[in-house]
Nanobody
Framework: QVRLVESGGGLVQAGGSLRLSCAAS???????MGWFRQAPGKEREFVAT??????????ADSVKDRFIISRDNANDNDIVYLQMNRLKPEDTAVYYC???????????????????WGQGTLVTVSS
């Protein structure tokens, strides 16, 4: 069973930075990991994704050049980070970590590709 636990959310002023973490346990070997977000009154949307071998990433246009996804899967750890820089009020949302099935292999930016989800962490950006 895969368990994902996000942390690092909070309140930050516009222009500031936050780093979210997602600690994964269970069978995540070769799984692709992603971050999604859901703003108040809006549907959940894709933010970023990273493969098991973390050199391949993909970002939503709205966060490209501001957010960086990375992954530490050495030494029996699997932690995915989302470094968020130059935050804007429109980045305010609950951020969710998600994992594909093991041995997925590819990049995944659609929610249906992720059967495993964390509980979410709230990021609030004040203007």
């Amino acid at each position: 069973q895969v368990r994902l636990v996000e942390s690092g959310g909070g309140l930050v002023q516009a222009g500031g930075s936050l780093r979210l973490s997602c600690a994964a346990s269970g069978r995540t070997a070769d799984a692709t990991m992603g971050w999604f977000r859901q703003a108040p009154g809006k549907e959940r949307e894709f933010v970023a994704t990273i493969r098991w071998i973390g050199s391949t990433t993909l970002y939503a246009d709205s966060v490209k050049d501001r957010f960086i996804i990375s992954r530490d899967n050495a030494n029996d750890n699997d932690i995915v980070y989302l470094q968020m820089n130059r935050l804007k009020p429109e980045d305010t949302a609950v951020y969710y970590c998600a994992a594909t099935a093991p041995v997925y292999g590819g990049i995944a930016n659609a929610q249906y590709e992720y059967p495993h989800w964390g509980q979410g962490t709230l990021v609030t950006v004040s203007s």
